[in-house]
């Protein structure tokens, strides 16, 4: 952690952002008032994915499986502040390991189910850790059993289900005395909302994968901001469809629920039908999907019209700018509120919800400037913060509007660096301690009172042709709305004379094909600047993406290569 860590502590706690909550005492909070009512439901496809039967829990069930659990991490002698890798799917197991966890003080590191032994053996060498959690069978394959041997050094490996040399935890019952004596431990060794909860995975802005310390004091802010734009009442049903291993999932559904002492209902992996199903069926109230599922959404209107959607209070949308399109359409078409959502790992939040941001075009477009002086909003989360533009070129503060810069991010929602890295710590913040989040915005025009931010681009992501900036994100979004795409994106590819051309690859819907010209004129209309145009096209089956729903850029520019 670096210096100022302390100093924090001691200014966000007077301030009163940060206190005493943990994961494990709202979950016991919740616990003394909801003993008996449902709190977590397996996606209803759990013996496609994990072979077993799905499961329904109460608050009292998911106590009782939470103190075997951390019986059995004490009695194979985890203690406070090591780390446990995690690479579990979203099953009710995943939040109950949490909660054992976090009651012990042990430090949770989630990876991908995608990651492999390449990725995973890195992260060992990076955090040295005490246990490994993972599970027996997945999407019908062998799967933890694969790492076994890349665990070496003496950690305790874990599986749901049997597996030579790993812990069954679905039927492993701890020696009596360790539900003893783990209370006892946890008394005389008391968890702080100022521990490291988790260590999550992020390439940063870096551009190599590092581990995210956060403390649940980090994560609080986060969770109360993601309540804030869902809405959420107490009791309500929040449907998780990402891999709980990051901002969006840990902080807008883990905390999220527990604060609302509401029901928890997990997907994994994602499936449209699966999804839609689940949010008529469990009478959910808020979700989230990427904005290329609500894309194609719209472009399939069969598919909604034989949905009841309507117990949705909002839908959140993020990872990529979203479509005035998209947004507009289901708010006037379907009665669904949209709600802008843009995060990180490391701490960086601006939300733009409907309480908020009315106009359906503009929330689609634009983000509140959260923490800057004059501009006054009622996101909790925006008095934490403080955030401001600078040029990438120059680094000195952008005030006027229209003009490209790095959004930087300082408060009680940013973490304090990366695990273990302290030349990256160096180059990512600057020396007022703003974290340099690697994503380009501009102030809104004086018509709105610059009171917004817009999304460029990111700072890598820039597509440079013939000395001209292009944001491959602006094209996304125009493209996306023309009829014959599912899914769509565009990237720089390498070009002797210019620099970089403008290259698309497109899904397209069943039956149909695009040319070329067709794109271009449909982008003509848009009346867009003659230098974005495109000048190459692909045609595949699916988008690369990773585990949370993000195009894969990178390698949509080896398709023209």
Not at 246 to 267: D, E, P, R, T
Not at 309 to 334: D, H
Not at 348 to 359: F, G, V
Not at 396 to 402: H, T
Request: with cysteine; aromatic share 10%; proline share 6%.
């Amino acid at each position: 952690m670096i210096a100022t860590e302390k100093n924090r502590i001691e200014i966000f706690t007077q301030k009163g952002w940060w206190g005493e909550d943990t994961l494990y005492s709202l979950f016991q909070d919740a616990l003394t008032s909801c003993k008996n009512q449902e709190a977590l439901v397996d996606p209803e496809n759990r013996e496609d994915i994990t072979g077993d039967i799905p499961k329904r829990l109460s608050f009292d069930d998911i106590d009782k499986t939470v103190e075997r659990y951390a019986a059995i991490f004490f009695e194979q002698g985890l203690r406070k502040d090591d780390i446990a890798i995690i690479q579990l799917p979203n099953v009710v197991e995943l939040p109950m390991v949490y909660l054992a966890l976090s009651k012990l003080g042990i430090i949770c590191s989630p990876i991908p189910m995608q990651y492999g032994a390449y990725e995973i053996t890195s992260i060992i060498a990076e955090t040295q850790p005490k246990a490994f959690i993972s599970i027996e069978t997945f999407n019908s394959n062998a799967h933890a059993e694969q790492f076994s041997s890349i665990f070496n050094n003496g950690e305790v490996k874990f599986a749901l289900g049997e597996i030579e040399n790993f812990i069954n935890l679905h039927d492993y019952n701890p020696a009596d005395e360790y539900y003893e004596s783990q209370q006892s431990h946890v008394s005389d060794n008391p968890i702080t909302a100022n521990d490291i909860f988790t260590i999550c995975w992020t390439s940063g802005t870096t551009g190599t994968p590092k581990g995210v310390p956060r403390s649940h004091n980090l994560w609080l802010p986060m969770a109360k901001a993601a309540a804030f734009v869902s809405e959420t009442e107490k009791g309500d049903t929040l449907l998780n469809p990402f891999p709980m291993i990051n901002m969006a999932s840990i902080g807008g559904f883990l905390f999220n629920w527990l604060l609302c002492k509401g029901k928890l209902v997990q997907h994994h992996p994602f499936d449209l039908n699966v999804f839609l199903n689940q949010i008529s069926s469990e009478d959910v109230k808020y979700t989230i999907a990427p904005p290329a599922i609500m894309n194609m959404l719209l472009n399939n209107p069969a598919i909604l019209d034989q949905q009841d959607l309507s117990s949705l209070r909002c839908i959140g949308c993020g990872g990529a700018p979203l479509s005035e399109w998209m947004v507009e359409t289901f708010q006037n078409k379907y009665n669904l509120t949209v709600q802008n959502i843009f995060g990180s790992n490391e701490g960086a939040t601006l939300l733009s919800a409907r309480n908020e941001i009315e106009d359906p075009l503009l929330r689609a477009k634009y983000f509140p400037r959260f923490g800057v002086e004059g501009f006054d909003w009622s996101n909790p989360v925006s008095k934490l913060v403080r955030t401001k533009l600078v040029s990438v070129e120059t680094n000195a503060e952008i005030i006027e509007p229209g003009q490209p810069g790095e959004l930087l991010i300082s408060g009680a929602t940013v973490f304090d660096g990366y695990w273990n890295a302290p030349e990256a710590n160096a180059e990512v913040f600057d020396e007022e301690g703003f974290f340099k989040t690697g994503d380009l915005f501009e102030i809104s025009p004086e018509d709105t009172q610059m009171r917004f931010y817009k999304f460029c681009g990111r700072c890598k992501d820039l597509i440079i042709r013939g000395g001209m900036n292009i944001s491959p994100e602006e094209l996304d979004n125009l493209l996306s709305a023309h009829p014959k795409m599912l899914e769509v994106a565009v990237t720089g590819y390498d070009d002797n004379i210019l620099g970089e051309k403008v290259g698309v690859v497109a899904v397209v819907a069943e039956g149909e094909t695009i040319s070329l010209d067709e794109i271009i004129e449909f982008l003509k209309d848009q009346q867009i600047a003659k230098y974005k145009m495109p000048e190459d096209l692909r045609l595949i089956d699916a988008l690369p993406k990773n585990p949370v729903g993000k195009v894969l850029r990178r390698e949509l520019k080896d398709l023209f290569n």
